[in-house]
């Protein structure tokens, strides 16, 4: 059988969530087909580069990848659906664990 990771030289874990989180968002927030290999690129430059920060004493790697794909992608999602009121929120330095959590809750919340 052929690998179906187009990512050469790419953890098969991180290709399989990338595809399957940009495939998620396809009919949702606006999204098409069309948009699915832009959305797949750009989660995987963000996680590629957040991958040095990663350390196996506070998470498993998979954990840490799908982490990095799920808050990429709510930022994504702030982006194209800004909150009323979200600019009156304290910095994230500021934010409660709770407020910190609930922005990365989005994806829950999308039309269509």
Known sequence: MV???????????AADLIRHKARQLV????FTEDD?????????IDLLQRMRHFNPAKAKKTTFMARIVERHIST????????PGLAALPNLAQRTPRQRRRRHHRADRLPG
């Open 36 to 44: 699915r290999p832009d959305l797949e690129q750009e989660l995987m």
């Open 76 to 83: 994504i999602l702030e982006a194209r659906f800004p909150m």
């Open 27 to 30: 009919g949702k927030a606006g």
């Open 3 to 13: 690998s179906q990771n187009s990512y050469d030289g790419i953890d098969k874990y």
